[in-house]
C-alpha cells in the first residue's frame, strides 16, 4: 500500500474513501492506489524516463509541473482476483455488471470530486485523478494552497513536505550602505586645523586608529594613525589624508 501520508489531508482522506467506495462496487478485481505525493526529485527521475533514461515516457511533467508534487493527486490500478498482477485496463467488465470496472472507479473518484486524467485532451492519463480546489499550477508554483471546503485541521500538512519552485534568479541587490559617511576631497595634513580635519580625525578614531583628541587639529598623533591606516589599507603610506586615503577609508566605513 502506498504511503498517502504527504497527501493534502483533503485528498488524501477522499482517496482513502475512493478505496473503501470502489472495492465495494467492483466484485473480481480490486482498485489500488500506486501512486500519491512525489517530490520534485523523483518527478524529474520519472521525467527522465523514455527521455535521459531508459523505458517508455510516463509524463510530461518535471518537478513542480505535477499535481502530485503538491499533494494533490493520486494514480490508480487494478488488481487481478489472485491480487498478484496490477492491470490498466480501462476497457474491461470483469464483474460483468454492465460498466468496465475502471469506469466504476471513475464514478466513484468523481462523486468525491476527483477531477479524472482520462478526461484530459492534451495527455491521456487514466491512472490520475487529481483535486485541486480551483487552483492552477501557476497559483501553486506561486505558493497557494488549496482550501477544501470541509477541512478539518490542516497544519499536519506541513509546508516542508512540498518542494519550493525555483522560480527566476532575482538579480543581486545592491546592499544598501548602512551609513554613507562622507569625508572631504582634498588634501590634508600636519598642521591643518577645521571641520574637514575634524570629519577625518572622527573616521579614524572610528575604524580604530585612535589618534587621542579629536580637536580639529591635525597634529603629530593624527599623522601617526593616519600612516598606520595607510600602512593597513592603502599607498602612499605618508601620513598625509589625500585621494587614496580618501577611498580606502570610506570603503573600511561603508563594510
Ligand atoms: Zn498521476
Not at 511533467?61 to 503538491?70: P, T, V, W
Not at 519550493?164 to 600636519?190: I, N
Request: hydrophobic share 35%; glycine share 10%; proline share 4%.
Amino acid at each position: 500500500m502506498v504511503n498517502l501520508n504527504n497527501l493534502h489531508p483533503h485528498v488524501k482522506k477522499q482517496a482513502e474513501k475512493l478505496e473503501v467506495n470502489a472495492n465495494k462496487r467492483l466484485t473480481k478485481y480490486s482498485m489500488k492506489i500506486t501512486h500519491g505525493f512525489r517530490s520534485f526529485a523523483e518527478q524529474n527521475a520519472l521525467y527522465a524516463q523514455g527521455r535521459t533514461k531508459k523505458g517508455s515516457k510516463v509524463t510530461n511533467a518535471k518537478g513542480g509541473q505535477s499535481m502530485h508534487n503538491f499533494g494533490l493527486a493520486i494514480d490508480i490500478c487494478l488488481i487481478t482476483p489472485d491480487g498478484k498482477k496490477a492491470v490498466w485496463d480501462t476497457k474491461s467488465d470483469f464483474d460483468k455488471d454492465g460498466k468496465a470496472d475502471w469506469m466504476e472507479v471513475v464514478e466513484e473518484a468523481k462523486k468525491l470530486g476527483f477531477a479524472w486524467g482520462g478526461d484530459w485532451k492534451g495527455f491521456y492519463d487514466a491512472p490520475h485523478f487529481e483535486m485541486t480546489g480551483g487552483l492552477t499550477l501557476a497559483q501553486l508554483q506561486a505558493g497557494k494552497r488549496p482550501v477544501f471546503k470541509d477541512v478539518e485541521v490542516e497544519s499536519g500538512f506541513s509546508k516542508q513536505v512540498i518542494d519550493k519552485v525555483t522560480t527566476k534568479p532575482k538579480p543581486p541587490v545592491k546592499p544598501a550602505p548602512v551609513k554613507s559617511y562622507s569625508l572631504p576631497t582634498g588634501v590634508y595634513r600636519e598642521g591643518d586645523k577645521g571641520k574637514e580635519v575634524k570629519q577625518i580625525q572622527e573616521a579614524l578614531d572610528k575604524l580604530n586608529f585612535k589618534l587621542g583628541k579629536i580637536d580639529s587639529h591635525w597634529g603629530q598623533h593624527t599623522t601617526d594613525a593616519m600612516r598606520r591606516f595607510q600602512s593597513v589599507y592603502c599607498n602612499p603610506v605618508d601620513g598625509i589624508y589625500g585621494k587614496n586615503s580618501r577611498a580606502a577609508m570610506l570603503k573600511q566605513l561603508n563594510k
